[in-house]
């Protein structure tokens, strides 16, 4: 099915606590430096609320970048939830079809926009806490609006999803986000959401 299966399947060798180390890495983020942006500002809320700064890497994956800042300028990821979240791994979120607060959540990450998939932009950068990946599908090329906060090193990613950005601030804000039921695969009940997403 949509953008659940590959992650999912991944986050389960997660679970087992396969291939997680560096949860103790820098809380402010990735420990990497805000670049030349642009920046994905996200204010988040319920049981965690502040806000979050993404720094997007265009040099890195330019398609998927233009596809996110056109999708926030728009309004698309308001109100949009948090609906997988798997203590030690990520915070899944975007999907801007059924993810909606306020909606019926069943089917919330198996959507995306209205936009086309993109292909992937698979690059040598690594799955440390604080980036940013695009979910997808089995297929690599079904990325569309789907991404994940990693809340800790996944080097098991490296190469199988697209790197978008990283976090340099509001760190603490991602790890406080309500986490999901590990017997569900981390889908959450009641789930935080973005409040509204902006581009800087």
């Known amino acids: 099915m949509r953008k659940r ?10 679970l087992a606590g396969l291939a997680l ?16 942006g642009p920046d994905l500002v996200l204010e988040i809320a319920g049981a965690s609320s502040g ?6 890497l265009p040099d890195v994956a330019p398609n998927h970048v233009a596809q996110i800042t056109a999708l926030a300028r728009e309004g698309a990821y308001d109100g949009v939830v948090f609906h997988r979240v798997i203590t030690g791994f990520m ?22 926009s209205d936009r086309p998939d993109l292909k992937a932009e698979f690059s ?8 940013v990946g695009m979910a997808r599908s089995a297929d690599p090329n079904s990325a569309n609006s789907q991404f994940f906060i990693m809340f800790a090193d996944a080097p098991h ?7 978008v950005g990283h976090v340099v601030e509001g760190m603490e804000v991602v790890d ?12 959450v009940e009641d789930p935080d959401y973005i409040l509204r997403a902006t581009v800087e």
């Open 21 to 36: 180390p560096g949860a103790a890495l820098a809380e402010s983020g990735s420990g990497v430096a805000n670049g030349p």
């Open 124 to 131: 040598n950068r690594s799955f440390a806490r604080g980036m």
């Open 5 to 14: 299966s590959l992650l999912g399947a991944l986050a389960g060798l997660a």
């Open 91 to 112: 915070a899944q979120t975007g999907d801007v079809r059924f993810g909606k607060r306020g909606g019926d959540l069943r089917m919330a990450g198996m959507g995306g």
């Open 51 to 56: 806000r979050v700064v993404i720094d997007m």
């Open 157 to 163: 990613l490296d190469g199988q999803y697209t790197i």
């Open 176 to 187: 406080a986000i309500k986490k999901g039921d590990p017997r569900r695969n981390g889908m």
